[in-house]
């Protein structure tokens, strides 16, 4: 996989999980995949080798940035066009962007990396050394960190994003006791971070970097989805095992409520309403009614759409995926057909 040849390799490495995560699922009986207010607006037909994981909305500048495993491609967010692209990757995962550095970060999971861009000419600047499986990856503005989080390691480091990478190191790694997979920030110094092999949420304040606490996701388990309405205090945590959108009380860890999901959730997000992408092709929209939280919509999506970026100016999301063909002899997982990747527009109506 360390090259851009071999196109079935790297998308298998980045399509995570058995094959029963890409089985299609049916919608929750409450909702309706037709008449709801989101619908696929339109599809970007990109190309281009490599797999996907998270994608990153610049909504100032309309541009999307897209994780391709050994490069990170910069697409104009609204027709699909390539407008960049960053090479130098050896598994690639998320991108955090921070205008007033005109800097973007790249985290490299095989690398043990992050790799540093300029915002301008998509220039790779150099790389900051992280951890074993650096993966999900934010902007703190509390703290006015980059924060990486990384699986195998079991930690977050934190990144000044103005450090001189030709000598610079990366902040001490805050030691979380558990698998992270991906994370969200308050704005306010707490960010909270997914344990997917403890089942757990851990706080942590970003100014001190020790953790304040961990909650149990139950009953969701396998948290992997991240997000948070940040006015309200709530958490969106995309959960496995079992299939579970859990919202949670940023103050205590309380569950307000579980909501059934596909299989292969891999983000959430936040935009008004609260979305759950799935590796089986569904979209799980949620929406908070005179304090109680129920499935709205499901929407029905290509397989293989498990992860999403969100332009809240426009209420649209981005989720990448390709065509998919049948597993290959002695394979377990369904095959990304080359040349098919794709970007699908999800629009309010």
Not at 306 to 329: F, K, Q
């Amino acid at each position: 996989m360390r090259t851009r040849k071999i196109t079935f390799t790297i998308f298998s490495l980045c399509l995570a999980g058995p094959a029963s995560l890409f089985a299609q699922a049916q919608p929750p009986e409450s909702a309706n995949g037709d008449s709801g207010p989101y619908h696929i607006s339109q599809t970007f037909h990109v190309g281009g080798e490599g797999g996907w994981d998270y994608l990153t909305v610049d909504p100032d500048h309309k541009l999307l940035f897209v994780p391709r495993s050994t490069h990170t491609m910069v697409l104009d967010a609204s027709t699909g066009k390539t407008v960049g692209d960053i090479p130098g990757q050896k598994r690639n995962h998320g991108v955090a962007i921070v205008p007033s550095a005109n800097r973007g970060f790249i985290t490299d999971g095989a690398d043990a990396s992050v790799t540093v861009f300029d915002l301008k000419n998509y220039v790779v600047v150099g790389k900051v050394k992280t951890a074993e499986d650096s993966d999900g990856v934010i902007y703190d503005p509390a703290s006015g960190k980059v924060l990486v989080v990384c699986g195998d390691a079991g930690v977050m480091i934190p990144i000044a994003p103005d450090l001189d990478v030709a000598s610079g190191k990366a902040d001490p790694p805050v030691e979380l006791g558990g698998k992270p997979e991906f994370l969200a920030a308050d704005g306010q110094g707490k960010v909270y971070i997914n344990l997917v092999d403890k089942d757990q949420v851990a706080v942590v304040d970003t100014k001190t970097m020790k953790i304040l606490n961990k909650w149990p996701t139950a009953p969701g388990g396998s948290p992997v989805g991240m997000s948070m309405d940040v006015k309200h205090g709530r958490l969106f945590i995309g959960c496995r095992k079992p299939q579970k959108l859990i919202v949670m009380s940023a103050d205590d860890g309380k569950v307000l409520a579980d909501l059934p999901i596909g299989a292969g959730v891999d983000a959430t997000k936040f935009d008004g309403d609260a979305f759950a992408s799935c590796g089986d092709g569904t979209l799980t929209v949620a929406r908070e009614t005179d304090g109680k939280y129920q499935v709205l919509q499901t929407v029905q999506t290509p397989r293989g759409a498990r992860t999403m970026g969100v332009d809240p100016s426009g209420h649209t999301l981005y989720l990448p995926t390709a065509e998919m063909e049948p597993p290959a002899a002695g394979q377990s997982r369904p095959r990304p057909k080359p040349g098919t990747f794709m970007i699908v527009v999800i629009s309010r109506k």
